[in-house]
Nanobody, 122 residues
Framework: QVQLVESGGGLAQPGESLTLSCRIS????????IGWFRQATGQEREGLLC???????YYADNAKGRFSISKDIGKSTVYLQMNSLKVEDAAKYFC????????????????WGRGTQVTVST
C-alpha cells in the first residue's frame, strides 16, 4: 500500500527553523519524484519544491534561499528544511509523488499525504 506520511509541523516563531519529514512506503522511490506543496487557509495549494530524476527543482520564489529538500534513502524519508520562517509560511504542508520527473503542477501528482500543519506566529 502506497503511503506518504508527513510529520514535523508545529508552532514556530518568525526567523526560526523547522524540518518536515515525509516517510514513504509501498513503492520504489527510485522511479518517483517527491514534491512538497503547501496550502494556507483560503488559498490554493502552492508547489514549493521537488526532488527527482531531474534533480531539485524550486517552484516557489519565496522558498528559494530558505527552503531545501533532501532525502535519506535508508530511512525512506524526504525532508523539507525550512529556515528563516515568516508568518506567511503558515500553512498545511503536503508531500506527494509523481512518476518520473518533477513538476510544479499539482495535477501531475498522485498519492498525497494528509499533511502537517505549520504555524508561524509571535
Amino acid at each position: 500500500q502506497v503511503q506518504l506520511v508527513e510529520s514535523g509541523g508545529g508552532l514556530a516563531q518568525p526567523g526560526e527553523s523547522l524540518t518536515l519529514s515525509c516517510r514513504i512506503s509501498g513503492f520504489a522511490e527510485d522511479y518517483w519524484a517527491i514534491g512538497w506543496f503547501r496550502q494556507a487557509t483560503g488559498q490554493e495549494r502552492e508547489g514549493l519544491l521537488c526532488i527527482g530524476k531531474n534533480g531539485i527543482i524550486y517552484y516557489a520564489d519565496n522558498a528559494k534561499g530558505r527552503f531545501s529538500i533532501s532525502k535519506d534513502i535508508g530511512k525512506s524519508t524526504v525532508y523539507l528544511q525550512m529556515n528563516s520562517l515568516k508568518v506567511e509560511d503558515a500553512a498545511k504542508y503536503f508531500c506527494t509523488r509523481k512518476l518520473g520527473r518533477c513538476s510544479g503542477n499539482e495535477n501531475d501528482y498522485s498519492n498525497w499525504g494528509r499533511g502537517t500543519q505549520v504555524t508561524v506566529s509571535t
